[in-house]
């Protein structure tokens, strides 16, 4: 089933006198429980993209529906809102509170849903052990790897069952190790709870793990194609 | 469902330890401001409250009753009858009342002369409206009559001001000679033996004040009608108005049974804040300087929050923009901001009041003491104080002072906070 329709999406960036096309009449559909892969150089327009997709900003034209909602009809308000229970983020970096402990991060987006107490620990406590950090769950971000961090990061977008969840490059800042790891994570647990996942990546090892590959070149989709998994198996 | 604030308290609380040194600093700034604040007020109050004493206390009294031509021109004749006297303490037997009298005469002593203000009062009464008898440096104070002088005239004895004796080189059993004109036109004069110096109280008295009893006045002025002056304490300071109310219409009753001669002029009844306008005037103008002073000292202070805020706004936007990303609203950030800016606050108002409070207490316990530079103390607004300046803490002043402080602390993490409603959590994270 389609969770996510784009069609004529257009952004056009304006600076003074200079007006940079970003993204150019973009029409994409990704079903329920895809794990996609938004890939391209530098400039491609692959961050644009993801932030239309998440409601972070709004495209020159075109609509986006997500689950039959057109989000680029929606207020200010209603788009946060929207973020907040539909969708799950991942960003390259410090997407952590400092101040909080990574379970108390993961519990955040909970407490702003609005979820009971107990609930949201127990599903927290989950997640992160889910992710490997059973054992680092009070530490303070700054007491964690930059791997371990994404990985809560991962969590905290997971925890609360979003529809969609959009990571803007979210290995840049790991290892290649690291980057293996947290993909395989997040593609397990893609698989686990049937979570649609769109990233954007530059690395080929991260690529290679993504069941469909999106690549833009200069704000149009160059090509999307379904990679062959045969060869390759989920790991458990 | 309803997010419970309590998640951006916690957060807000924990963001301040986040650079404690940074968070101290302000902390310091506001609460060191607060202090300043208080210690002031502290200060003019204590002033204010020395110079109330000294007013009512050493000279004037709560309220005085006068003839208006007494008043006017200082019109010797313009008495009251001492019938007044008996009949005010009969009906008012809640206040004490002294009577006084006065006349310009000429001081001359072994060294030289000067014009002198006699000031005749009742040794029993006095005591029980003013401490004026009591504020001796040396002799002990006696208004009565004294040994005959080494030639056998007869003397009486008075006491002097600090300055009037040093002008005129007297000691205590020194002689002086007043001249003067008595009311009956005749010259009055008469040889008085000093008997008590007193401390510096009211710079006017100081220099020129003669004190005597009030029959060795009459018996040199020829002036038995009855007195210029009668001094009044009520019992309760804070009834002032409904004091002088009271005496007011027993003055009232009083003219229409006795009637007064119609050259004096009326009967006047007066509180101290009427007798002595510039004291009460400077009296508002120091508090409201206080409140003036506060605002200034406090707004400095604040700008350390300003800054501290602004830094801290300024250096969390990537992590604001991932948080307003994930489904935070800016109102919340925004209230999470002010939360922490209220408990910065909070802690400085605490921390400012302790010590303040603390400082405030030792000052009005111990006064600050000026006696080594000055050590016949100091004169203000026409009064002479000790060399100690004593303060004198008023709780609701600190109160106040705390909540300008919050307020104003409040006022200036305002800007930061509505910099944080702003953000575009796409600008913010490119
Ligand atoms: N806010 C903006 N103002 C002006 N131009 C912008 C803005 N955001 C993006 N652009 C431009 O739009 C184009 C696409 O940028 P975008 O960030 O989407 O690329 P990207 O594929 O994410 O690149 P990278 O791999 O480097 O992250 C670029 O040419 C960029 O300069
Ligand atoms: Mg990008």
Redesign the interface.
């Known amino acids: 089933m389609t969770l996510l329709s784009l069609q004529g999406i257009c952004k056009t960036f304006r600076q003074g006198e200079i007006e940079v096309e970003a993204l150019k009449n973009i029409d994409l559909d990704v079903d329920e429980g895809e794990f996609a892969a938004l890939v391209g150089p530098s400039g491609s327009g692959k961050t644009t993209l993801l932030n239309i997709i998440g409601g972070l900003d709004a495209p020159t034209s075109g609509t986006a529906h997500l689950n039959g909602i057109d989000i680029t009809r929606l207020k200010e308000s209603q788009l946060s809102d929207f973020r907040l229970f539909q969708l799950g983020f991942i960003f390259q970096a410090y997407n952590l509170v400092p101040v909080l402990s990574a379970l108390e991060n993961v519990e955040l987006i909970m407490i702003l849903q609005g979820r009971p107490a107990k609930e949201r620990r127990a599903r927290a406590q989950h997640y992160l052990e889910l992710v490997g950090l059973g054992r680092e769950m009070n530490r303070r971000p700054s007491a964690l790897s930059g791997g371990q961090q994404q990985r809560v990061a991962v969590a905290r977008a997971l925890a609360c069952e979003p529809r969609l969840v959009l990571a803007d490059e979210p290995t840049a800042n790991l290892d290649s190790e690291n980057a293996s790891a947290l993909l395989d994570i997040m593609h397990k647990l893609s698989r686990e709870q049937k979570t649609t996942f769109i990233f954007s990546t530059h690395d080929p090892r991260v690529m290679e793990r993504a069941e469909r590959l999106i690549k833009l070149r200069d704000g149009r989709i160059e090509s999307d194609a379904v990679v062959e998994q045969a060869d390759r198996a989920v790991p458990a | 469902?309803?997010?419970?604030p309590s998640?951006f308290v916690f957060?807000a609380w924990?963001?301040i330890?986040?650079y404690p040194v940074r968070s101290l600093l302000t902390v310091f700034a506001l609460a060191g401001g607060l202090v300043m604040v208080i210690l002031y007020s502290v200060l003019v109050e204590g002033i204010s409250r020395q110079m109330v004493d000294y007013a009512t206390e050493m000279s004037t009294g709560h309220l005085q009753l006068h003839r208006r031509a007494f008043v006017d021109e200082q019109d010797l004749y313009a008495t009251l009858p001492w019938s007044y006297l008996d009949a005010i303490e009969t009906r008012l037997p809640d206040i004490s009342a002294a009577p006084r009298l006065y006349a310009a005469g000429l001081a001359s002593a072994q060294a030289s002369s000067t014009g002198v203000l006699m000031k005749a009062v009742d040794a029993v009464r006095e005591p029980m409206v003013t401490s004026v008898l009591s504020q001796v440096r040396s002799g002990t104070v006696d208004l009565g009559p004294a040994s005959p002088s080494e030639e056998g005239l007869e003397r009486h004895n008075v006491v002097v001001g600090t300055q009037l004796a040093k002008n005129l080189k007297l000691q205590v059993g020194s002689e002086l000679i007043l001249v003067t004109q008595a009311a009956d036109g005749s010259i009055g004069n008469g040889l008085f033996r000093i008997a008590a110096i007193l401390n510096p109280v009211d710079t006017a008295f100081d220099r020129t004040g003669v004190l005597m009893s009030i029959e060795a006045f009459q018996a040199m002025m020829y002036l038995q009608t009855g007195f210029h002056e009668l001094a009044i304490k009520t019992r309760d300071t804070a009834d002032l108005e409904i004091s002088q109310a009271a005496l007011d219409a027993t003055v009232r009753r009083l003219t229409a049974e006795q009637p007064l001669d119609a050259l004096g002029g009326a009967a006047l009844v007066r509180n101290w804040r009427e007798i002595n306008p510039t004291i009460s005037d400077m009296l508002e103008l120091s508090r409201s300087m206080v409140i003036v002073m506060g605002f200034i000292i406090v707004g400095l202070a604040s700008f350390g929050m300003l800054n501290t805020m602004l830094m801290a706004v300024h250096e969390r936007t990537?992590?604001f923009g991932?948080?307003?990303?994930?489904?935070?609203?800016s109102r919340?950030l925004m209230l999470m901001v002010l939360i922490e800016s209220f408990f910065l606050a909070l802690i400085s108002a605490l921390a400012g009041a302790v010590i303040g409070v603390w400082s405030g207490r030792y000052i009005q316990r111990h006064g600050i003491d000026f006696s080594g530079t000055m050590p016949d103390g100091y004169d203000w607004a026409g009064m002479s104080f000790e060399p100690v300046m004593r303060g004198h803490l008023e709780p609701a002043h600190v109160i106040s002072a705390c909540l300008i402080m919050t307020l104003v602390a409040m006022l200036s993490s305002l800007f930061p906070c509505w910099r944080t409603v702003r953000l575009?959590?796409?600008e913010v994270?490119?």
């Open positions: 469902m309803p997010v419970n998640v957060i924990r963001n330890w986040r990537h992590e991932i948080l307003l990303a994930i489904g935070m609203k919340w575009k959590p796409a994270m490119r």
